[in-house]
């Protein structure tokens, strides 16, 4: 029986080397093939013409470069695009592409479907499939890179990364760092660790393990001023209260100094958005390094919600400013083709619910 080949795609400078090492190949050629691969996004081994024929011959034997299968590419009026990627049979993965004039921000996704339910989440409402591996998190890069023209200085179309897709990333922990260090290497995309973003509902673990392993922007989805309401809207605050949280965060923003956090409040009509709810607000994060980007909600189908009114989030801003916090308001883009915040939400068939505890305290699963 054939033995699946390795992808390439997924392995970051230390693993090469390692794979050289026992192919009996000096590890320099590590540095080569992440070259290759994620600078300029070839994927036949044999075109890889500074690696002796020898070596390329050893490679193709157990291994090869597997960018996504795509499925759709669907472009907005505003210019975004959204991609859909297979993920196995009948299931999918969705990667948006925000142009803007000095940048070009790739949204990626970390796991297909997800398993925090959080109920104002198109991705939420469809249940959790499985993890995603490191080639596929850092597939969705290297392909929209080699799909988009290079920005007028030369550089690569992708400046800017979130992980803000699809899925939870602290929740597949291990894939998503690899794939982060692959990210910030100079051997491969050379990102700023400030232009790259994970935001998490809160799983507060793997915030002090990120702290350590790579001090990367942190966003964290609150979308709730106290544990009552938040319990409602991001049930894992059921064992991570909103206490615990912030002091993980200003734990983290400690150790990186002048690092801020982002605090990703949706706006929900009559849920979350009193001026009660904005000075309850104002009290969890006055004079801390922290500010708060409010999101107008993005319909679904089948959802309750309905998006706060215009006036209403300015008038909700103004009441945080007044306190002196920063306060920005996400632009909506790429709505009219469902790849606005909130709205992904690739097929996937079995929706399996993760059974979060009543009391604080009990353990997640965690990858």
Request: aromatic content about 6%; charged content about 25%.
């Amino acid at each position: 029986m054939q033995t699946q080949k390795k992808n390439l795609l997924g392995l970051n400078l230390h693993d090469l080397e390692e794979l050289f090492l026992e192919l009996g190949y000096k590890k320099f050629h590590a540095k080569q093939l992440l070259k290759w691969i994620h600078q300029r996004y070839e994927t036949n081994i044999y075109n890889m013409t500074d690696l002796s024929k020898d070596l390329r011959d050893q490679l193709d034997l157990n291994s090869e470069v597997q960018m996504p299968h795509l499925i759709s590419e669907n472009t907005s009026k505003d210019g975004t695009i959204k991609w859909l990627f297979e993920s196995g049979v009948g299931q999918a993965i969705e990667a948006v592409f925000i142009p803007e004039s000095d940048r070009g921000t790739l949204c990626i996704s970390s796991q297909v479907g997800c398993a925090l339910d959080c109920s104002f989440c198109a991705t939420g409402h469809q249940g959790f499939n499985r993890n995603l591996d490191v080639s596929e998190i850092i597939g969705q890069l290297c392909f929209a890179n080699s799909r988009l023209p290079r920005r007028k200085t030369g550089l690569p179309a992708i400046s800017n990364v979130v992980f803000m897709g699809m899925g939870e990333p602290l929740a597949n922990y291990k894939n998503v760092i690899k794939a982060i260090e692959i990210m910030l290497s100079d051997y491969a995309y050379g990102l700023s660790r400030r232009r790259v973003t994970l935001s998490t509902s809160g799983i507060v673990p793997n915030i002090e393990l990120l702290s350590d392993a790579c001090n990367v922007s942190l966003a964290v989805s609150l979308h709730a001023p106290n544990d009552k309401l938040r319990d409602s809207l991001v049930p894992i605050n059921k064992i991570h209260p909103i206490s615990d949280l912030l002091d993980a965060c200003w734990r983290y923003a400690e150790k990186h100094s002048n690092r801020y956090i982002t605090f990703e409040y949706v706006m929900l009509e009559n849920i979350n958005d009193s001026m009660e709810h904005a000075q309850e607000l104002s009290r969890l994060i006055s004079n801390k390094p922290a500010k708060i980007n409010l999101i107008p909600f993005n319909p679904f189908n089948g959802t309750k919600y309905k998006s706060s009114p215009i006036r209403q989030i300015k008038k909700f801003q103004m009441k945080l400013r007044e306190k002196g916090i920063i306060v920005t308001t996400r632009k909506t883009r790429g709505d009219d083709i469902a790849a606005a915040c909130g709205q992904l939400a690739g097929k996937v068939n079995n929706r399996v619910i993760t059974r979060l505890g009543e009391r604080k305290g009990k353990a997640v699963t965690l990858q």
